[in-house]
T-cell receptor, first 112, second 113 residues
Framework: GESVGLHLPTLSVQEGDNSIINCAYS??????FIWYKQESGKGPQFIID?????DKRQGQRVTVLLNKTVKHLSLQIAATQPGDSAVYFC???????????FGGGTRVLVKP | DGGITQSPKYLFRKEGQNVTLSCEQN?????MYWYRQDPGQGLRLIYY???????QKGDIAEGYSVSREKKESFPLTVTSAQKNPTAFYLC????????????FGQGTRLTVV
């Protein structure tokens, strides 16, 4: 399959444990953030989003936390499963229009 | 099924040749985007279009060109002026309003030899 990042930071997690993936952003004017999951050789898939007027949002097995004070975003995955192994990107909408700016990504490896 | 389709999945071209990557969507989205992805990096915006017959440069537009003659289609041409064209290219689309998710195609892997 395609390699989407040979030198990405990697998070190894035991199956069943919780995962936390972190992302720092630089533009305090960013008002919308998305987490995407990308499996090898595929396009990114939407996981969850959050607007800047919120500090927490929950989905199915995932939670996104936004700390605007320190410009930090995190994605928490509960009870990590082998199918969660992928590269995870955060994206921010920095300006008017829907132009998303992506972070560098984190590879998650789930150990059985 | 509604979706966004990129073709081909793999593309090989000789150095100095122009090549056009296809992107089609049937989601009725006004906005479409092209991103480039290199190993170890996130996605970088090449061009985007918010409406038919209009498009704007992204962060790395040099060496690329696009057209938006139809709402459903946003082809990307990688020209011979692009100095390092080998990469994974991703097309996306979204509704035109601000702060909405973008849906991605499966990508085209371009290798220039």
């Amino acid at each position: 399959g395609e390699s989407v990042g040979l030198h990405l930071p990697t998070l190894s997690v035991q199956e069943g444990d919780n995962s936390i993936i972190n992302c720092a952003y630089s533009n305090s004017a960013s008002d919308y953030f998305i987490w995407y999951k990308q499996e090898s050789g595929k396009g990114p898939q939407f996981i969850i989003d959050i607007r800047s007027n919120m500090d927490k949002r929950q989905g199915q097995r995932v939670t996104v936390l936004l700390n605007k004070t320190v410009k930090h975003l995190s994605l928490q995955i509960a009870a990590t499963q082998p199918g969660d192994s992928a590269v995870y990107f955060c994206a921010e909408n920095r300006a008017a229009g829907n132009k998303l700016t992506f972070g560098g990504g984190t590879r998650v490896l789930v150990k059985p | 099924d509604g979706g966004i389709t990129q073709s081909p999945k793999y593309l090989f071209r000789k150095e100095g040749q122009n090549v056009t990557l296809s992107c089609e969507q049937n989601l009725n989205h006004d906005a479409m985007y092209w991103y480039r992805q290199d190993p170890g990096q996130g996605l970088r915006l090449i061009y985007y279009s918010q409406i038919v017959n209009d498009f704007q440069k992204g962060d790395i537009a040099e060496g690329y060109s696009v057209s938006r003659e139809k709402k459903e289609s946003f082809p990307l041409t990688v020209t011979s002026a692009q100095k390092n064209p080998t990469a994974f290219y991703l097309c996306a689309s979204s509704m035109r309003r601000d702060n909405t998710e973008a849906f991605f195609g499966q990508g085209t892997r371009l290798t220039v030899v």
